[in-house]
Nanobody, 115 residues
Framework: QLVESGGGLAQPGGSLTLSCAASGITFRHYGMAWYRQAPEPEKERELVAKISSDATPYYTDSVKDRFTISRDNTKNTVTLQMSSLKPEDTADYYC?????????WGQGTQVTVSS
């Protein structure tokens, strides 16, 4: 089970931190990722950032130098620190755990960036 928290409303240029708590999996074996899906109907879910089981991070170009992903294997959590937020960051954000062909998803948390 993956449970996200930390979404909400932020002003442009502001910050938010998303957290995802995992249970029922051997967390340290899983890569963890954050995806987002913008509210526009034609927008597909896109990868925002991921962190491998050995803590190697990856960021999509649009969030590089603004977002930071981290994991805590002692607490089974993954965190996405978001700064310098832009209106185009508005989306539902989903936590994902992946290992080989196995994928688990959280229910999502909404992030709105607006003045």
């Amino acid at each position: 089970q993956l449970v996200e928290s930390g979404g909400g409303l932020a002003q442009p240029g502001g910050s938010l931190t998303l957290s995802c708590a995992a249970s029922g999996i051997t967390f340290r074996h899983y890569g963890m990722a954050w995806y987002r899906q913008a509210p526009e109907p034609e927008k597909e879910r896109e990868l925002v950032a991921k962190i491998s089981s050995d803590a190697t991070p990856y960021y999509t170009d649009s969030v590089k130098d603004r977002f930071t992903i981290s994991r805590d294997n002692t607490k089974n959590t993954v965190t996405l620190q978001m700064s310098s937020l832009k209106p185009e960051d508005t989306a539902d954000y989903y936590c994902n755990a992946y290992f080989s062909t196995v994928n688990y998803w959280g229910q999502g948390t909404q992030v709105t960036v607006s003045s």
